[in-house]
């Protein structure tokens, strides 16, 4: 039985991306190669790195706008350096919402003066804030789309004229959203785009090159635009398999498509927990990501219960961050609905047996 992956990331694939993959491992283009083992700078994986950077921005609809797709590695928690080190000349304005806006802040304190314009750290970051304002004399707002570990998930974005920048990592491509308004975007692959191992970067060029300071060589964002983001070796199959899921969402209909079909996983995985009385959400309901819901059991000793039917049922993967505890389900492009059924399934069984 193929298993409800659940998993916050990495997390699932499409199939047929694991597919196509799995038979690039063995032969990569009908050349008896493994992809694994060609030079990264042979034109097959040269057309591959295009196509990619290429899909990435028409799937925002920022094709032809001043914006640059780079596939790097390090990971967001890199960019969280890297875009202080190209953007922050004295001043940046930080939103904090969850433990990677927390660490994102504490990378910008390097290099100038960070101001905390909005915190949700008093409550556990169950909430997003809101009412804050942005100063018109910082080099840029930074803010954090999605809370992974929380469960909480911004739904509007200010209007400011500095230049704004997003770690979109577990919610872009999961909706529709005014991507020109965002100077920067960053993103881990390993939620909606690809396995572990790369990070896409878009971002507007001119925003680039202001800061007096001398930028390290592969920290430095024009550096990998003007490579082609192959500076050095590029992460080779994590950019693949980013190809290919972009690939697959596009012919699936886009983004438009896919924010239905996440809407409805997340309202029928919500109305569940909010009707079943032995569960309950643990972020508040206008700020729940539909990506990752949160939720725990109103009674705890049900706890070995719940998790032997999960098990049962062959959900995998909705155990809450270790920091927080209680159960996540997270919800990313790939997982069918009919999985999000089978949860609900199984917490209605749980609520007959009582």
């Known amino acids: 039985m193929k298993k409800h992956n659940f998993s916050a990331g990495p997390c699932i694939l499409p199939e047929d ?10 032969n ?62 004295k001043k ?3 939103l904090n919402t969850g433990t990677w806006a927390d660490n994102a802040i504490k990378e910008a304190k390097a290099f100038g003066e960070v101001l905390v314009v909005g915190s949700s750290k008093d409550k556990g970051f169950n909430y997003i804030p809101k009412g804050y304002s942005i100063p018109e004399d910082v080099d840029y707002f930074h803010c954090t789309s999605n809370n992974t570990i929380v469960g909480t998930q911004m739904k509007t974005f200010p209007k400011t004229n500095v230049s704004l920048v997003c770690d979109m990592s577990s919610d872009i491509f ?31 060029e001119e ?26 070796t590029p992460s080779v199959f994590a950019v693949y398999v980013s190809m290919l899921t972009l690939q697959w969402l596009k012919d699936l209909g886009g983004i438009p498509f896919i924010e239905e079909v996440n ?3 997340a309202a029928l995985l919500y109305t569940e927990i909010d009707r079943n009385s032995l569960f309950k959400g643990v972020v508040a ?57 089978v949860l609900v399934d199984v917490m209605q069984e749980l609520e007959r047996t009582i």
């Open 17 to 26: 991306v694991l597919k196509k993959a799995s038979e690039a491992v063995l």
């Open 28 to 89: 990569f283009n009908g050349d008896n190669l493994s992809l694994l083992e060609i030079s990264h700078r042979s034109k097959p994986f040269v057309d591959v790195m295009e196509k990619a950077r290429s899909l990435a921005l028409e799937l925002l609809g920022l094709e032809n706008k001043g914006y640059k797709a780079l596939f790097l590695q390090g990971g967001a928690s890199l960019e969280f350096l890297m875009v202080a080190y190209n953007l922050l000349q």
């Open 92 to 94: 940046a304005a930080y």
């Open 174 to 204: 999961s909706r529709q959203l005014d991507f020109e308004k965002f100077d920067l975007i960053y993103a881990g692959a390993q939620k909606n785009m690809g396995p572990a191992g790369t990070t896409l970067i878009i971002v507007k």
């Open 207 to 232: 925003i680039l090159g202001k800061v007096e300071r001398h930028i390290p060589t592969m920290l430095d964002y024009q550096v990998h635009i003007d490579k082609d983001s192959m500076a050095n």
């Open 263 to 265: 809407n409805k996983k």
């Open 285 to 341: 309901k206008e700020d729940r990501s539909t990506m990752n819901a949160t939720f725990v059991l109103t009674d705890e000793n049900l706890t070995a219960t719940f998790d032997k039917m999960c098990k049962q049922a062959g959900i995998n993967g909705i155990d809450g961050h270790r920091s927080v505890g209680g159960y996540r389900a997270s919800m990313y492009n790939a997982l069918p609905l009919y999985s999000v059924q």
